[in-house]
């Protein structure tokens, strides 16, 4: 199974900054690389697929970037409603693999 | 748009088993596949299997082979995952998800359903 490592764990920022995320694959899944957000007590919602592709209604400060095995995930002028989990996942056929998740704290 | 409408918590026993349901509307569900994920408490998602709702073709997960069984009825739009021989290890939060290929985004989820095994 392709493994997904994705850093850091969890991170500390201020409404306003901005944070990047980054994934790892364990070997090149090209492009299929999605990002989800999930908030505490909520299922994970998609952010972003094909590494780049925003999903309908995610807001433009989020954007995708990277292919093969490295892939990073940036949010701009970070909002309150960002706080959360994110993970990453690779849909490069079966069986689909998560990231260990990085949890967005506020500062 | 579609929606995912999962079944209610659950709280099961040591050894049984639990059949957990996901109703979907807003898009034609034969054409499309649904994958079961797990989430422990504080942990990231793992995927169990998926099924193709138009044929009844499954994929597991090697670890959840004889643990899980998918199936659906098109007649109403659903699917169903059973879980069996449930131990502690197996207490979670079970998603359903759409997605439109194997490989393709999981781009609609349901609400999830906590599955508590204790004796």
Request: glycine share 10%; with cysteine; charged share 15%.
């Amino acid at each position: 199974d392709i493994q997904m490592i994705q850093s850091p764990a969890s991170l500390s920022a201020s409404v306003g900054e901005t944070v990047t995320i980054t994934c790892r694959a364990s070997e090149n899944i090209y492009s299929y690389l999605a990002w989800y957000q999930q908030k505490q007590g909520k299922s994970p919602q998609l952010l972003v697929y094909n590494a780049k592709t925003l999903a309908e209604g995610v807001p433009s400060r989020f954007s995708g970037s990277g292919s093969a095995t490295q892939f990073s995930l940036k949010i701009n002028s970070l909002q309150p409603e960002d706080f959360g989990s994110y993970y990453c996942q690779h849909h490069y056929g079966t069986p689909p693999t998560f990231g260990g998740g990085t949890k967005l704290e506020i500062k | 748009q579609g929606q995912m409408q999962q079944s209610g918590a659950e709280l099961v026993k040591p050894g049984a088993s639990v059949k957990l349901s996901c109703k979907t509307s807003g898009f034609t569900f034969s054409s499309n596949y649904i994958s079961w994920l797990k989430q422990k408490p504080g942990q990231s998602l793992e995927w169990i299997a998926w099924i193709y709702a138009g044929t009844g073709g499954t994929n597991y997960n090697q670890k959840f082979t004889g643990k899980a069984q998918l199936t659906v009825d098109t007649s109403s739009s659903t699917a169903y995952m059973q879980f069996s021989s449930l131990t502690t290890e197996d207490s979670a939060i079970y998603y359903c998800t759409r997605h439109v290929g194997y490989d393709r985004p999981m781009d609609y989820w349901g609400q999830g359903t906590s599955v508590t095994v204790s004796s």
